[in-house]
């Protein structure tokens, strides 16, 4: 059974920091492009970033460049976001993706809440 478990969302301030977790299982971990999406209320779901599979190559949304990393570690079949100078505008239930080929699982997501 496929699953993919976020972990790490709650409550923060501006200018706090979280790191997301997303501990994958019933897959080849290794192998698959792992992605972040977030959704906030009334939106479209929208990529965060990617990394593929061996971790050398990252992608970010423009709007959390330089702030948020995406990193993984395969022997542990979990894919990380830590998020820096997190904003009101990353509000959001983010969501863990794993692709390959036609292949593509979800996360149930875990809520991220940047207020003061």
């Known amino acids: 059974q496929v699953q993919l478990v976020e972990s790490g969302g709650g409550l923060v301030q501006p200018g706090g920091s979280l790191r997301l977790s997303c501990a994958a299982s019933?897959?080849?971990?290794?192998?698959?492009?792992m992605m972040w999406y977030r959704q906030a209320p009334g939106k479209e779901r929208e990529l965060v970033a990617d990394i593929n599979s061996r971790g050398f190559t990252t992608n970010y949304v423009d709007s959390v460049k330089g702030r948020f990393t995406i990193s993984r570690d395969n022997a542990k079949n979990t894919a990380y976001l830590q998020m820096n100078s997190l904003k009101p505008e990353d509000t959001a239930v983010y969501y863990c993706?794993?692709?390959?080929?036609?292949?593509?699982?979800w996360g149930q997501g875990t809520q991220v809440t940047v207020s003061s």
């Open positions: 019933g897959f080849t971990f290794s192998t698959y492009t």
């Open positions: 993706n794993a692709k390959k080929g036609l292949s593509n699982y």
